[in-house]
């Protein structure tokens, strides 16, 4: 696939006018895409207990009895005639590695930024009701119809005492029907509702919005990790108090001056990004291959074919901190920097044609831990 999913807009003209300002419907965005996996694929993954699902009733008439059903799915739940329902699968692309090269044609965003790909099925009438959302996303039809309908209004009051975060009042302002291949991107808080017009499929490029605490809470984790303060509380100079149980202010002021040896700078804020941004989520586990090959195996493998990474793998990287990989900073040095900006960039390189002898060892112990695959010649 190699359209541009923009349509006729630049990448630099989407940064400009609309990326978290204002929704873009592409008509065949991506001409011929019915999807990255079949219904049974889906309903496969929602079943799955390391996978993260929810499959959703939303009533229309009386919202506030919706229900939600987290995952793993009972396959005998996935039938049902009565009303309609949506199953949700979060993450497709740590299981699917099409779901990679997919992604791939959303990176005029930084990957810093991007959570991951949903994928919805959805009965005739489903969905999970209007609602808004604090990240921007792309939504992207596969198989079937979707009516979208979106709106974006101030007031945000929810239902009360439903399962899901429903809009009390959605006034609709557009109302598209998208086809396969077609792309609608929403900025954060665009009020939306997708109604499935017969059985559809739905994908979700999802974009990070940490808040600010979140951040703080990362950082004040990742920094409390490399705290080195010299020093031991000590008190030569104490006088006696009338009340025992008065902290002494002489104390508050010691203390004071002791956390003030708490500093950071850029170059760490850097570096915590690069491990915070590349974590990988609670529920991924990585496989190390079942048969391993040597290292002389694995050079050749690399020399004519290259390697991909793991899909559940994160690679990032800063001028300022290096290169990041799942959680962790990674030594490099300065001519392997190229190679490995390249395939954190197209999370795949071809043939490597003369590997350095550091290059190799490092993406052989990549390879060992299974972050990354070759395919052999
Ligand atoms: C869906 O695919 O049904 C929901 C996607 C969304 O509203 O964010
Ligand atoms: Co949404």
Redesign the pocket.
């Known amino acids: 696939m190699l359209a541009n999913v923009l349509g006729g807009i630049t990448p630099a003209r989407f940064l400009a006018e609309y990326w978290q300002k204002k929704p873009l419907l592409v008509r065949g965005a991506l001409p011929g895409f019915t999807g990255l996996a079949t219904r049974e694929e889906i309903f496969e993954l929602a079943c799955d207990p390391d996978v993260e699902s929810r499959l ?1 009733r939303y009533r229309t008439a009386a919202p506030e009895t919706s229900t939600v059903d987290h995952g793993p799915q009972k396959r005998s739940h996935l039938r049902g005639k009565q009303e309609p329902w ?1 199953v ?1 699968i979060q993450g497709l692309n740590l299981w699917v590695p099409a779901a990679d090269a997919l992604l791939h044609q959303f990176d005029f965003i930084p990957q810093a930024r991007l959570d991951d790909l ?3 099925y ?1 009965v005739d009438g ?3 009701g209007p ?1 808004f ?1 604090n990240y921007d ?1 792309f ?1 992207l039809q596969g198989i079937g119809k ?1 009516r979208w309908q979106i709106a974006d209004q101030q007031d945000r009051s929810l239902v009360e005492g439903a399962p899901l975060r429903l809009l009390r009042d959605f006034k609709p302002v557009h109302d598209w029907v998208l086809e396969s291949g077609d792309l609608l991107y ?1 900025p954060p808080h665009w009020a ?3 109604i ?1 017009i017969g059985e559809c499929t ?3 490029v ?1 974009f990070k919005s940490p808040t600010a605490q979140e951040l703080a809470y990362g950082f004040i984790d990742w920094l409390a990790e490399r705290l080195d303060l010299q020093g031991m509380y000590a008190d030569p100079d104490l006088k006696l108090q009338e009340n025992s149980a008065e902290i002494p202010p002489t104390m508050i002021d010691r203390v004071a001056r002791m956390l003030k040896g708490i500093r950071w700078t850029r170059a760490d804020v850097a570096a915590f990004l690069g491990d915070y941004l590349t974590e990988p989520k609670p529920s991924v586990f990585f496989e190390p291959p079942t048969e391993l090959l040597d290292r002389a195996a694995f050079a050749r493998a690399l020399k004519a074919k290259g390697c991909r990474l793991d899909p559940r793998t994160l690679l990032l990287w800063s001028a300022e901190a290096g290169f990041h990989l799942n959680g962790e900073s990674i030594p490099v040095s300065g001519e392997n920097r190229d190679i490995l900006a390249t395939l954190a960039h197209r999370r795949r390189l071809e043939g490597v044609k003369r590997p350095s002898e550091a290059i190799l060892k490092l993406l052989y112990g990549w390879y060992e831990d299974g972050f990354l695959h070759v395919d052999e010649p």
């Open positions: 959703v949506t949700l949903m994928v919805s959805a489903g969905g999970v609602h959302d996303v939504l979707r929403l939306h509702n997708g499935a739905t994908y979700s999802g």
